[in-house]
């Protein structure tokens, strides 16, 4: 997938469980602040959400792209 910084996501899955409060932000919008390595072979986003600027990473194949 080709993403970018400052790109604009939609959260679509969670690979894992998380607590109910980030299973809140499925659908929600974020933008890409930055991109880490996370286990040595998949690549992780850092996205804050546009709603309250709450930032935290996601794998790249649970986000798509959302046209401007």
């Known amino acids: 997938m080709d993403l ?3 790109q604009r996501v939609q959260v679509r899955r ?3 469980r998380v607590d ?3 299973a ?3 659908g929600e919008t974020a933008v890409i602040q ?3 390595v996370l286990d040595g072979q998949n690549i992780g986003a850092l996205v804050s959400f ?3 600027d709450f930032t935290t990473w ?3 194949d ?3 792209p959302v046209a401007d």
Do not use: N, P, T
Request: glycine share 4%; hydrophobic share 40%.
């Open 4 to 6: 970018e910084v400052g």
């Open 14 to 16: 969670m690979r894992d």
């Open 20 to 22: 109910k409060k980030l």
């Open 24 to 26: 809140a932000r499925l």
């Open 34 to 36: 930055d991109f880490k």
């Open 50 to 52: 546009e709603s309250d």
């Open 58 to 60: 996601f794998f790249e």
């Open 62 to 64: 649970e986000l798509r």
